[in-house]
Every structure is written in C-alpha cells, then in structure tokens.
C-alpha cells in the first residue's frame, strides 16, 4: 500500500508547490499557469482535447502496429538467416539515431500535403521500430544453450527452431521493447502533428501549438496534461497485458 501511494504522494506534493509558488509569486497566467488554471481550462476544453487526443492516438497505435510488424517481420528473418541481420544493422543505426523532427517535413512531403495523417503514421512507425527489433534480436539470441543442443541432437528444422525454442525465449524482450515503443511511438505522433498538423489533422500538438500562439498557456498545459496521462495509461494497459500473456504462456 505505502508503495502504491508513494507516487501519488509526490505528485500532489509537486502540484501543492506549483500551486502555491504561483500564488506567492504572483506568476502572470501566460506564463506559468497555476494547477488549478491548468484544471479550469481542461474542463472547458475538455471535449475538444479529447477529440484531439483520439486523433493523436489512433495515429500512435497504427504507427506502433505498423512498427511492430516490420521490425518482427526482419527479426524472424534474421533469426533464420544471420546475414539479413549484418545487412540491416547499418539501416537500424541509422533509424535509432536519426531525430525524426528532421526528417518530418520531407516525410509530410512525401505522403502528400493534403495526406499529413499519412505522415505522422510513417513518422510513429520510424521512431518506434528500433526497441521492438532490437529487443526481438537480443530475445531470439537468448535461447538456452543446453536446449539449442537438444535440438541439434533431435535434427530440428530452422523453423522448428524458430517457433518452439527461439521465441518463446524472445517473448519477455518483444513485450518489454512494445512497452517501450508505444511511448515513443506518442512522440512521433506529436513530433510529426508539430510540422504536419494542420487542416485535417488537428492533435494534441496542433491544440498546443494554438493555444501557445495565442497565449492561452493554461490551455497548452491541459493539452500536455492529457498527452501524459495517455501514455501513463497506455504503458498500464501494455504492462498489464504484458504480465497475462506472460502468466499463461508460463502456465502452458
């Protein structure tokens, strides 16, 4: 229980000095809004940031999805023919480490102005395929030696190989590196709303972007507040999942 409360203590400790540093100060609301502004302006806005967020979100997800059927796609072949892992591996440095703000405008370029849904998807997928393949690689890799032999000794096919010793090895470092693209599969999302969002796509970094320009900095702070708590809640249901499938996979 103390555990379990240990978090929400401190974040309403944090809250109680913001609040009250803003109150004593006397800090002007365009500046640094106070909690309780921050909590009006996300009940006024509240229907339009939550239309807002579901557009950011569905994006994340198709982006996550996309992602992960790539980047297993490639780890399965890897693991079935190392070559294709020493081929890509140049491809995947260059993924991970290319910031995808500066590839966002070329990439909204190519799905076509009047498409930009198109290119937050592809920028979502681009940032979130590297924890999903990198984790896929290291669990394929991390098969028991001893059983390797066993199905050396039994004349296992590669695919038999594959399926019944190498990914259920695999299956706590795909989960754990899901968990990890997912947030950052937000982040591309919102990185990609920042350069394409407009028109037809209006996200949560849109409404920031609107509210900032106008001043409207508790409203910006709302739209923050519900980016955050959509990924808190999107890392549970992951771990959530994560931690079911992993009981009844070990429970077989």
């Known amino acids: 229980m103390t555990r379990r409360l240990a978090p929400i203590l401190f974040v309403a400790f944090l809250l109680a000095a913001w609040e009250g540093a803003c109150r004593a100060l006397h800090v002007p609301a365009y500046l640094l809004p106070a909690p309780s502004q921050v909590a009006r302006a996300l009940v006024e806005a509240g229907p339009l940031l939550a239309l807002s967020a579901w557009g950011t979100l569905s994006t994340a997800l198709a982006g996550l999805v996309l ?36 590839i966002a405008p070329l990439v909204t370029i190519w799905a ?28 394929l890799k991390a098969a028991d030696p001893d059983l390797s032999r066993l199905f050396d000794l039994y004349g296992a096919t590669p695919w038999q190989r594959l399926w019944r010793l190498r990914l259920p090895s695999a299956l706590p470092a795909i989960l754990e590196g ?15 709303e920042f350069v394409a969002g407009s028109g037809s796509s209006q996200g949560l970094a849109w409404r920031m972007l609107e509210s900032f320009n106008r001043l409207q900095t508790a409203r910006g702070f709302a739209a923050l507040a519900v980016l955050a708590a959509m990924g808190v809640a999107l890392h549970a249901a992951l771990a ?5 499938l992993l009981a009844w996979w070990r429970g077989r």
């Open 240 to 244: 959530a999942a994560e931690a079911r």
């Open 178 to 192: 899901l968990k990890v693209a997912a947030g950052l599969a937000l982040v591309g999302a919102v990185a990609a």
């Open 67 to 102: 992602a992960a059927l790539v980047a297993l796609a490639l780890a399965f072949c890897a693991a079935l023919k190392p070559i294709v892992e020493d081929a890509f591996a140049p491809v995947a440095a260059i993924l991970q480490v290319t910031p995808v703000i500066a």
């Open 112 to 139: 076509g102005i009047d498409h930009p849904g198109r290119a937050v998807t592809a920028l979502a997928a681009v940032i979130a395929f590297f924890p999903i393949y990198s984790g896929a690689i290291a669990g």
